[in-house]
Each structure stands twice: as C-alpha cells, then as structure tokens.
C-alpha cells in the first residue's frame, strides 16, 4: 500500500466531537481529542494522509463563537498556507455554517480546500458520528480536493456559503437546500457539483480579506408585526437589517413600515431581503407587495441562506463604508454563494 504523502492542518476550534459529559452537560476538554485520536488505528492507515492538530485555546462551543474568532482561524489557515495540502476545521455545529459561511468571503484566491466539520455525540461515546465526519473529511481533502470552503457532515460534502444545520438532533444535521451537494460519499465517493483542483506548478498567493463585527439588525416577518418593531430594529448604529421575508419576497402593504424602510434607507442603512422559505429565491417583481419593497429600496438576496447574508453583510461592511459600494458588492456573487 502506497503511503499517502498529502499533509492536512487541522485546526480543532471546540464542539460536541471532542467534549466530555460534565455535571452541566457537554463540554470541551483540552487534550481530550487528540488523546482519543492516538488510540483510533483508522487514522494512521497508509492510504490516509499526514495530519497536525492545532488545539485552540480556549475551546468553544460554537454557540460562543464571534466574528473575531473566524478572523483567528482565517489567519491560522493564512500562516500555515503554504505548508499543507488541505486544511479542517473541526468546529461545533451550533454556527458551523456561519463560520464555513465567513471563511468562504475571507479567503480570497482560495486555491486549496477549507472543510468544516465536527459531530452531533462526542468521538469518544458510543454510536458517535464524529470519527466517520472526520476520517472521511481527511480523506476528501487529500484525495478529492476541491478548492473551496466545504462542510462536511453525514457523507455529503456541501458549498460552505449555502449550507444550514436543518436538526438539532439527527446524524443528517445540514443541508444545502439551494445548491447542489459537491461530494457524496457513499460506497463509493461520487464528485456531484465539486470542481477538483488540478494541482498547480505553484500556488497563486491566498488573499486573507479582514472581517469585524459590525451592527445588523435580522427579523422575520410575522402576521401581526409593528412599525415599532421595525423602528427600533433600525435605530442607531445599525448598519444593516436582513428581512426574512414571505415567499419570493413579499411584505404587509404596511405604510408605517415601508415609510420605516425608505427612511432608514436614506440614512444608508442597507435593508437585504432573503425569503423566511427554506428553499427557493427572492423575486420583488413577482408580486405587488414585493415591488414595494423594492421600491423603497429594499435590496434582494436571491437565494442566500440567512448565515450567508449575515456573514457576507460583516464581509462587506468591513471592507467598505459606502453605501453605493456595499449595495453593489452585496449584488455579486462573489463566492458561489448565490444564485442570481
Ligand atoms: N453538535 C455540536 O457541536 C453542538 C455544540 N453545542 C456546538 O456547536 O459546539
């Protein structure tokens, strides 16, 4: 058996993969998981590739994870670039898509796959799904590189910007309900919508783009909501407000609110509009009460997933303060991310 040469960095952030059961419930142990790795054979097998495991400190429950903890992770990746073949990013399922979703707008020129993944039971319980996610994720980086922010979860390799966990408490814990599924790893390993990388002579420079928290407001709609809610969703400092919206993007004929939209537009607060539906995208030409929106200067977010439109708004209020800009930078599809 030829022995695989590729070399993975993994960088373990937290989540369920590598807790133990404590008095409170699940919690990340230091140590815990590269321990329980040693004594896991599997991993060490000549067809599977090297790996390092760089352990964060603190570990996280993703549901404590922070804008400038993707920022730590995309400078990880950006310092140990040209040094491996492929990077994980072992990573609680809370805001797993939120973070594949960041990382996709941060790295720009990606030429070397970035996949998410973790577990719904620890790796070291009974029945765990953690160790088939990550010995699958490891083979998929060395031997089906596709050069793109991934998640991996349950056989199916999924566009980081267009994944959403869709179960709290199932194996099937994403989907990427707009696009297709890059890889499924069945029986055998099938390459469904992932473009493989043809391995370069050299590698063009990763371009690590810098992204801070910034104030957005999200709500969705519901029968029955104020002007007043809408009003003090869009008070000082927002800067963004991501409307979940009906359907292909329909809202109450509410003047109240719409006059709400038109003036907070004019203050140049950005008002994105993504549909409350799992699947499907945002047309305001498809009905009056969507015009509307349109009209007051309500802009689309076509078929983006909530975590896209939110990671994205942080991307680009980040890079620009101009409103003309931001809205223009919001309109392209800059990482796969939509479909327009
Ligand atoms: N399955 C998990 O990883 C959930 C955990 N609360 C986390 O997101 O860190």
């Not at 596709?146 to 998640?151: Q, S």
């Not at 509410?254 to 950005?270: E, H, P």
Request: glycine share 6%.
């Amino acid at each position: 058996m030829l022995k695989n040469t590729k070399k993975i960095y993994i960088a373990y952030t937290g989540g369920t993969i590598g807790m133990q059961p404590s008095s409170s419930g699940y919690v990340p142990v230091p140590g815990f998981l590269s321990e329980t790795l040693k004594n896991m054979p599997e991993f060490y097998r000549p067809e599977m590739p090297e790996f390092t495991i760089q352990e964060y400190a603190p570990l996280l429950d993703s549901s404590d994870m922070q804008p400038s903890d993707w920022q730590v992770i995309a400078n990880d990746i950006q310092i140990n670039y040209a040094k491996y073949d492929a990077f994980i990013i072992l990573h609680g399922t809370d805001t797993m898509a939120y973070t594949a979703s960041a990382l996709s707008f941060m790295c720009q020129n990606l030429q070397k796959p970035i996949i998410v993944t973790g577990s719904q039971i620890p790796i070291a319980q009974l029945r765990s799904d953690g160790q088939v996610n990550l010995l699958n994720a490891l083979y998929i980086a060395a031997n089906y590189p596709i050069p793109e922010v991934t998640l991996f979860f349950n056989n199916q390799l999924l566009r980081g910007n267009r994944a959403r966990k869709v179960d709290a408490d199932g194996f099937s814990a994403f989907a990427s309900p707009n696009y297709p599924t890059l890889i499924e790893a069945g029986i055998a390993i099938k390459v469904k919508a992932g473009e493989l990388s043809h391995a370069p002579d050299s590698y063009a420079p990763l371009e690590l783009k810098q992204i801070t928290a910034q104030p957005i407001g999200l709500i969705s709609l519901y029968p029955g909501i104020s002007e007043e809610v809408i009003n003090n969703l869009l008070l000082q400092p927002v800067k963004a407000l991501i409307l979940l919206s009906y359907g292909v993007g329909n809202a109450p004929q509410n003047k109240a609110m719409l006059d709400a939209f038109k003036s907070a537009r004019k203050r140049g607060v950005i008002i994105l509009n993504c549909t409350q539906c799992l699947r499907g995208k945002v047309n305001m030409t498809g009905y009056a009460n969507g015009q509307t929106l349109a009209d007051v200067g309500v802009i689309s977010g076509y078929d983006m997933t909530p975590e896209a439109a939110l990671t994205k708004l942080h991307f680009v209020l980040s890079q620009t303060s101009d409103y003309a800009n931001a809205v223009k930078l919001l309109a392209e599809d800059l990482r796969g991310e939509m479909s327009i």
